[in-house]
């Protein structure tokens, strides 16, 4: 099961990567790695998606868009789950207003980069939590950093200068969003400025500005909270998801040892989803052997009897490790709805099928 994650780990990024998993009959839980339509990976040689790989590839063909969620073949239902990148959130300026979007931003899970070119303020981003503070030029920093679908460019400068400077160096790059602080005055001189020097109208036109949600923020933290919260709305609408989270693969790849023995871990992941439930399909959850958990797939009751049966399965795999393959994967239905829901305090009321499989 490691092999998996480790070719998960490998993936070119530059690529479409997605994992395919089959949920029903004797090849429930055999899986497939997929990178630009090509099957590079699986569970079972010559298995289940080595024979169904060109049934697959057509169902992902037409307009080119990543399909996710449940597709069938055969008889078999199989989940599909993109792999993109995790956000990377990258802070031009560390000024009052960057030190909200940074913790935020870390509370997100994001890998969040501050360029600074005064040192105390960069400084200043360190404490802050920043992932990594460039203390140099904008020009050299931004030279860094080469962008990406799942990379957030927040320009928040002392001056519409540095503005300009960062904003004509941003468009070229591939991006998930650009967003300047600044009034329209200043915004309307500094995008024309970039036009001229070649800069393409159709991406500056994208540029989210003046930058976060009409909150009417005042303060430093409240400007912040309007550019996550904008962030967010960008991030969602384009359902981008991560697959997998740096933290989570770690987890995964360096296991902690008990009694001389590696411990085992159990993987949640939402695979069907109805009505109002919190989380989409795709999203996962890692449950340690001590109840701990990296991520989340919603939080209150439906999480708790998911992290239930997680453990339940380890304390079965670790008893009975000659079994381990029928106790190492099984779907758990949760239904958030009707009268014994609503006495857990399960409001949503919606319904999720969540695959947990014991690494």
């Not at 995964?252 to 009505?275: D, H, M, N, Y």
């Not at 000659?322 to 014994?340: F, I, P, Q, R």
């Amino acid at each position: 099961m490691l092999d998996f994650y480790r070719a998960v780990s490998d993936c070119d990024p530059g690529k479409k990567n997605m994992a395919a998993v089959a949920l029903d009959g004797p090849e429930f839980g055999q899986r497939g790695l997929f990178s630009d339509g090509c099957l590079v990976w699986e569970s079972e040689e010559g298995g289940f998606f080595s024979k169904n790989g060109e049934k697959l590839k057509e169902l992902l063909s037409g307009d080119g868009t990543p399909k996710k969620g449940l597709v069938t073949i055969g008889e078999v239902r199989v989940f599909l789950d993109w792999l993109g990148q995790e956000m990377e959130l990258v802070i031009c300026g560390g000024g009052h207003v960057s030190m909200p979007v940074i913790k935020i931003g870390l509370m997100m899970g994001c890998e969040v980069t501050v360029l600074e070119d005064r040192p105390q303020f960069a400084d200043n981003a360190r404490r802050a939590g920043a992932s990594q503070v460039l203390c140099e030029s904008f020009e050299q920093g931004l030279d860094r950093i080469p962008g990406n679908s799942n990379t957030y460019f927040v320009i928040v400068t002392r001056g519409h200068r540095h503005d300009q400077t960062c904003l004509e160096r941003i468009v070229r790059k591939n991006h998930a969003y650009i967003g300047m602080i600044g009034s329209r005055r200043r915004v309307a001189k500094v995008k024309e400025s970039v036009m001229e020097k070649g800069g393409d109208p159709a991406v500056l036109d994208q540029v989210y500005t003046p930058i976060g949600l009409d909150i009417g923020a005042e303060t430093p933290e409240e400007i912040g909270v309007a550019i996550m919260a904008q962030i967010i709305e960008v991030k969602n609408r384009k359902r981008r998801t991560c697959g997998y989270s740096r933290d989570m693969l770690r987890q995964i790849l360096e296991p902690g040892t008990e009694g001389g023995r590696q411990e085992r871990r159990v993987l949640a992941t939402i695979v069907t989803r109805k009505g109002s439930a919190p989380r989409d399909i795709g999203t996962k959850m890692l449950v340690l052997p001590d109840g701990r958990c990296v991520g989340t797939i919603g939080g209150g009751c439906m999480e708790g009897a998911v992290i239930r049966q997680a453990l339940h399965m380890i304390r079965e795999s670790q008893e009975d490790g000659s079994n381990l393959e029928a106790l190492e994967k099984k779907l758990c239905h949760v239904d958030m709805t009707g009268e014994d829901a609503e006495d857990e305090g399960m409001v949503c009321g919606g319904m999720v099928d969540v695959l947990l499989e014991v690494i």
